[in-house]
């Protein structure tokens, strides 16, 4: 052969670093699934059963693992929070338990009092506004020709940062959550709203999680979709792969649901997808990877939405990594989130500054289509914007506004960073009250949007 000339120098090992998941029998380190074998571990039923859901739990689960500090700071912050709490076995067997204050897995789980900080002034429970877009229960229809259905607010999983905190899981002491649809008869009145609007193309079917969905419920959902003529493009929403990846192949009558609603919608010239949520590249194991490769072979497309955590992968580098493994797999990285304004976990969100080097770092790393949007979903039912596409950002104050004129014409919508991430200067200003309406109102004037009401409502 030929010798062929290399002007680039051989890609160092850290370039190889996504290929590189996690091995073996990795569960056997935690006290309690030390006895435990693969073919019970994979048990999706065994995963739900021994999901821990109570500080009591967690404290079994671990023993002699973690320090009895760090137990009596997570059970003080589980008393606090707003979101119940539930975390699968192999998600616990994937927390560096050497160090848990700083494990970007534990950080989207298990709250730790110690660690809390203040939320911001402006933030509201709903920040979404998902309420005031819901024509019926559990269906909101906020942009033109796509809609959110939430059939059910139970998860495998409970993220502390999540979104619908206002409704998904059980109420806690501190929040009694909002009803969606959460039976047969409900989703009916969905479904017709769906089909009386002709312009609905597409349906997110979420949650709650479809994971917890039984199989007769992904088949009535899904036929029922696909029936509605006009509607083109559906996909089922679970954070299931990232937490659970073993329901993949150890549940073959949920497989075999959404497989048949995919491969129906194939046969109308419908696309009928899976969105996911992984946050850490240390949430891909070989299980994920076995189990992206079950639904690949079956044609069943996957596309990624993360949210930018911090701690958890608010670093140029952890980000990347991530995308690459997520592209690995086959599974498109499609969204990264700005961390809504949700109660009660500050100190887990970050700066549009952030997200905008962040960005930068990972474009170009892989294929285009591997590499994730930036979006800020714009607290007040602006919808999803391109974090860099912001009208005006005032750094130092952390406020950015953004216009949505295919959403909501006319309007300004903004975004406040941590407070904590603020200069000293601009943090002692968001202590005045009339400051901050100030400082709000400026930002909006210099965005150059006229209506300044909605946001200082
Ligand atoms: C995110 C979202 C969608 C889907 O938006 P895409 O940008 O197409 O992923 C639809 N409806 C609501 C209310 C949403 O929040
Ligand atoms: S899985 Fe999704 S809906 Fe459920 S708690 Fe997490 S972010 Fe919220």
């Avoid at 109570?54 to 002699?64: K, M, V």
């Avoid at 402006?122 to 906020?142: F, I, K, N, Y």
């Avoid at 591997?370 to 919808?383: I, M």
């Avoid at 104050?397 to 903004?414: D, E, R």
Wanted: with cysteine; aromatic share 8%.
């Amino acid at each position: 052969m030929a010798e062929v000339l290399h002007k680039k120098p051989p890609a160092p090992k850290e370039a190889f670093r996504h290929t590189d998941v996690l091995q073996g029998e990795f569960w056997r380190h935690v006290p309690a699934y030390r006895e435990i074998d693969e073919t019970t571990f994979l048990d999706h039923l065994w995963q739900q059963k021994h999901s821990v859901k109570t500080a009591d739990e967690l404290l079994r689960t671990i023993e002699g693992l973690a320090t009895p500090e760090f137990i009596a700071d997570a059970r003080t912050a589980f008393e606090r929070a707003p979101m119940a709490v539930r975390v699968s076995p192999y998600a616990i067997s994937l927390i560096d338990w050497t160090d848990p204050y700083n494990d970007p897995i534990r950080t989207q789980f298990i709250p730790l009092a110690s660690k809390l900080l203040p939320d911001h002034p402006r933030l509201t429970l709903d920040s979404l506004h998902e309420q005031d877009d819901a024509p019926v229960p559990g269906l909101v229809h906020r942009y033109v020709d796509k809609a959110l259905f939430l059939p059910l607010n139970t998860c495998p999983v409970y993220c502390r940062f999540c979104t619908r905190s206002y409704a998904i899981g059980p109420d806690t002491e501190n929040v009694d959550k909002v009803g969606l649809a959460k039976t047969p008869a409900m989703w009916n009145d969905a479904f017709q709203y769906i089909t009386e609007r002709p312009e609905l193309e597409d349906i997110v079917i979420s949650g709650g999680d479809t994971y917890q969905l039984p199989p007769k419920s992904i088949a009535l959902i899904g036929n029922a979709l696909l029936d509605i003529p006009h509607v083109r493009r559906m996909r089922f929403a679970t954070k299931g792969p990232a937490i659970m990846p073993m329901k993949i192949l150890t549940h073959p009558e949920w497989l075999d649901a959404i497989t048949e609603i995919v491969d129906r919608g194939r046969k109308l010239g419908k696309e009928v997808v899976l969105h996911t949520h992984f946050n850490a590249p240390e949430e891909i194991t070989w299980v994920t990877e076995r189990a992206m490769r079950l639904l690949f072979e079956r044609g069943i497309f996957v596309r990624n939405q993360s949210v930018l955590i911090r701690g958890t992968n608010d670093s140029k580098q952890r980000m990347q990594l991530l995308v690459k493994r997520l592209g690995h797999m086959n599974v498109h990285a499609y969204y990264v989130y700005m961390h809504d304004m949700v109660k009660g976990v500050e100190e887990l969100r970050t700066t549009i500054q952030t997200a905008t080097e962040i960005e930068k770092f990972v474009r170009g790393s892989t294929a285009g289509f591997n590499t994730p949007t930036f979006v800020c979903d714009a607290p007040g039912g602006g919808g999803k914007r391109d974090v860099h596409s912001y009208d005006f950002y005032d750094r130092e104050n952390g406020i950015a506004v953004y216009s949505a004129p295919s959403v909501k014409p006319g309007k300004a919508f903004v975004y406040f960073d941590p407070i904590d991430k603020l200069s000293a200067d601009a943090q002692a200003r968001w202590v005045i009250p009339e400051m901050q309406d100030e400082m709000i109102r400026a930002a909006i004037k210099k965005a150059g949007i006229e209506n300044e009401e909605l946001v200082l409502a």
